[in-house]
């Protein structure tokens, strides 16, 4: 009797089933109970762990960094050396000239400065020092003389100086010391000053010293007009033999390939110069880079070792709990 009843209230308009208190097995068993959220370890465990990973990427970076610097300044290194040969093969071609002219930055009349920088960075101070030299150069000159120009030789001289005084830019040679540095280069370079008409050209370089050291150096390249215009200089020029053209014609020819020698020695030392500067800089990012990376290591190894000291103290605390 009692199952019959319980039948006709199932079956029923008002049964369980058809209010949906009570659902068939077959609707039971299709349906999917969710497991509930397990976190590994409490909130001071995952930022923990966040910060352990955040350190090792970091370690892996400063890593990477430290192993391109080295090998720059290597790279660095071989180059200084090939440069050296060919600044001490080429300081004999100008220094004749430089002992029978002279070397005297202060022009009279209009006159051309030529700095002569980098197209590549990474070099220390090499590039500042010239465009320093450079700015201040400006302001020597004869009174009444025009103010100089400028006829930049690399890119870095061209980032600076044109935002500095783009009005005194005649012409920028960039790419220029990218690839190796020949006479044909220093030639054509010179070509281009030489259509500016000027008094005098100042070419504005660093001089190799040694490995560590370099100077900033200006050499003065006066045109043939300003030398026959100085009694002093003529005097000196007349006492070697020449043959061949007169002396207007001679001093021509010879004062543009003086100018096109200077700008060649003048690229060489600043390129040995940079090769240098290359090396410190690397030397001194790569230590950099070493220290870095032994700070983080005693970050990552303190980090580590906190969580490890943490999950023993709740090991043994709940150890103690059981016991207890």
């Known amino acids: ?28 068993a299709a349906q999917t109970v ?22 090792q990427q970091k370690m892996k970076s400063v890593g990477n960094i430290m192993k391109i610097t080295k090998a720059m300044k290597m790279v660095a290194a071989a180059r200084m050396k090939g440069a050296q040969r060919k600044v001490e093969a080429c300081r ?49 000159r004869a009174d009444g003389a025009e103010a100089p120009r400028l006829c930049i030789v690399g890119d870095k001289g061209r980032s600076v100086l044109t935002r500095g005084m783009p009005e005194s830019v005649d012409f920028v040679a960039d790419q220029a010391t990218k690839q190796a540095v020949t006479f044909a280069t220093a030639s054509a370079i010179a070509e281009e000053i030489l259509k500016t008409d000027s008094a005098a050209s100042r070419i504005v370089f660093n001089k190799f010293k040694s490995a560590i050291a370099f100077q900033p150096t200006v050499a003065t390249v006066p045109s043939p007009e300003t030398i026959e215009s100085k009694p002093e200089l003529v005097e000196k020029f007349d006492e070697y033999e020449l043959e061949g053209p007169d002396r207007s ?37 790569s230590k950099n880079a070493e220290e870095m990376l032994s700070a983080l290591t005693i970050k990552y190894n303190k980090t580590r070792q906190a969580g490890i000291t943490t999950e023993l103290i709740e090991i043994i605390s709940g150890a103690v709990a059981l016991e207890g």
């Open 1 to 28: 009797m009692a199952l019959r009843n319980l039948s006709t209230v199932m079956r029923g308009p008002l049964g369980l089933q058809q209010a949906g208190l009570l659902a068939p097995a077959s609707a039971c």
């Open 34 to 55: 969710g497991a509930p959220h397990l976190s590994k370890g409490g909130p001071s465990t995952q930022v923990r762990n966040a910060s352990q990973l955040e350190t």
């Open 92 to 140: 004999g071609m100008v220094d004749p000239s430089i002992k029978l002219f002279g070397d005297n930055p202060l022009v009279e009349g209009k006159s051309v400065t030529v700095p002569i920088t980098s197209d590549k960075g990474l070099c220390g101070g090499v590039n500042s020092q010239v465009n320093r030299v450079v700015k201040a150069l400006q302001d020597v």
């Open 249 to 285: 014609e001679f001093l021509t020819d010879l004062q543009e390939f003086n100018l096109a020698s200077t700008i060649y020695w003048g690229m060489l030392e600043n390129g040995c110069s940079e090769q240098a500067s290359r090396v410190q800089a690397m030397e001194n990012s």
